[in-house]
């Protein structure tokens, strides 16, 4: 299974949204719902506050409880790699997918009623390209690309940076990356 | 402090402010599944343990109610659905790890052994029916065949009704990424009022003296065990994890914690279990039939009230200033 990963540095990125703009134009996101975000979180106690961006978004994980629970089949894993996307024709809207999300990272595309999510682009990624997120980030701290081959610059920045993901105890192995 | 602020518009529908796909339909198909599970388990346990004089409606025309039930339960269940002319692909494929496959297919078998259990006691159920199917040759043979092996047709219906009660539990604990319904104890206590729900609907229905008696006597039973189970869902969210300790306290001083203690802990549960031991001891009879109603109310409202605080328990929480109304309202000044 070849392993998609994105590495976003909190350190450069300022929380401008651009990857959400960027996702909902190449994407044809309907109106008033989103596949990614942007989340600022602060801790500490004042002074010594921290705070660090993080755009957000499905997490490809490499157990997706989503496809696991999916009851038709229609959550799965595009062609052996940990891409999750959804087969509308398969897809009958019982939402149990949403539910099974621990980072609650699923919607619903109204008005046709089928599950709808980030794809990591998988049209662009076909083509070597990045995702437009990837792309359209001006501080360009997000990259993207295979853990599977040591020389990507995702698994490179992997092993020379300190990093996190979201919840790891879920278990679900969560492929976004955030370096500290 | 720790504060996570979602710093671009985020309202997701069904999903911001908090997860709130599921609302009454699947909550009304919980409780008839469950029903519909107990209904079986008891038509099926009159007929193996011989009590057709003891309990006449429960072992030749309780069983009727089984398919009614569970077809208005699985018209709700549609009516959940977002996608609803793909209906037909639970029926393309089994997902062996996703419990609401099983669901779909469990609800296949059931059908042809509950029809199959009305036919073993409809001559002596429903006489007045069963003399239309005696007139055709093969609704008599049907009807011979069914009655001949009622004992098998029962033997059957008990563990698949079992699998249908459980299944409606299973269901939501398997949602790992719901902390308020990652108890494996949901199974079981959702089969068991599922079959005190069932029970305590013989007692409401059923004429004779004696098989009220006796059904009031086992929901008694059930409400004992059940809450028991409900008990050791608490100990087992509040000895749990850190996001199960904090889904629970939404039971526990949060927004449901109200409708959870009273209508379903005191309504649901406590206050029968008072009016059918007076029942049963023969201290007051005057409110027989109140006690199957609230037990009736309190299955539903276990499946709402855990259905509700359920979705809202979720490994993360995001503070959001977005609100869709104003995108909504900024059309309607520029359409």
């Keep these: 299974m070849t392993r998609f990963a994105m590495v976003i540095d909190t350190r450069t990125c300022i929380g401008c949204g651009d990857c959400v703009v960027a996702c909902k134009t190449e994407n044809n996101v309907p109106e008033g719902l989103n596949r990614d975000w942007v989340v600022e979180a602060t801790s500490g106690t004042y002074p010594d506050l921290k705070t660090e961006f993080r755009s957000e978004r499905c997490n490809h994980c490499s157990n997706p409880t989503c496809v696991t629970l999916c009851p038709t089949g229609a959550s799965h894993l595009w062609k052996d790699t940990n891409i999750v996307l959804v087969e509308p024709e398969k897809c009958t809207g019982c939402k149990a997918c949403i539910a099974a999300c621990p980072y609650d990272a699923r919607l619903v595309m109204h008005p046709d009623g089928y599950i709808d999510k980030c794809t990591f682009c998988h049209h662009r990624v076909e083509k070597g390209m990045d995702p437009a997120c990837v792309s359209s980030c001006p501080t360009r701290c997000m990259h993207f690309g295979s853990l599977d081959d040591p020389s990507s610059e995702v698994s490179k920045l992997l092993k020379t940076r300190e990093y996190k993901v979201l919840s790891p105890e879920t278990g679900n192995e969560p492929n976004v990356y955030y370096l500290l | ?335």
């Design chain 2, 1 to 335: 402090m720790k504060e996570e602020l979602l710093v671009t518009a985020r309202g997701n529908e069904l999903i911001d402010p908090s997860l709130h796909i599921w609302t009454w339909e699947v909550a009304m198909y919980l409780f008839l599944g469950g029903l519909t599970a107990g209904v079986m388990v008891f038509a099926a346990l009159m007929t193996v343990l011989n009590k057709d004089e003891e309990a006449p409606f429960a072992a030749k025309r309780l069983a009727l109610l089984a398919p009614l039930v569970l077809s208005a339960g699985m018209t709700t269940l549609f009516l959940d659905l977002e996608h609803k002319l793909f209906v037909y692909r639970f029926y393309t494929s089994f997902q062996i790890t996703s419990p609401m496959s099983w669901g779909a297919w469990i609800l296949v078998v059931i059908y042809p052994i509950s029809i199959m259990q009305i036919l073993s006691t409809f001559r002596s159920g429903y006489g007045f029916f069963a003399g239309f199917a005696d007139r055709m040759t093969i609704g008599r043979e049907i009807l011979d065949f069914c009655e001949r092996y009622r004992r098998q047709i029962a033997m059957v219906a008990i563990p698949f009704a079992t699998a249908l009660g459980i299944y409606t539990g299973i269901l939501l604990s398997a949602f790992g990424a719901r902390p308020f319904w990652n108890s494996g104890v949901l199974g079981p206590l959702f089969l068991v009022s599922g079959m005190s729900t069932a029970a305590a609907l013989v007692a409401l229905i059923a004429r004779h003296h004696s098989e009220k008696a006796l059904f009031t006597r086992i929901d008694l039973g059930l409400i004992v065990v059940e809450i028991a189970l409900v008990a050791l869902f608490l100990i087992n969210l509040a000895t749990g994890t850190g996001q199960q300790i904090d889904a629970l306290q939404s039971v526990l001083g949060g927004p449901y914690t109200l409708v959870f203690w009273v209508l379903f802990v005191g309504i649901g549960l406590l206050i029968p279990l008072l009016l059918e031991t007076l029942e049963i001891t023969g201290v007051s009879k005057k409110l027989a039939m109140l006690a199957p109603i609230l037990v009736l109310f309190g299955g539903y409202a276990l499946r709402q009230i855990m259905l509700d605080a359920g979705q809202e328990s979720s490994w993360t929480h995001y503070d959001t200033q977005y609100n869709s109304e104003l995108l909504e309202r900024l059309h309607e000044e520029n359409p």
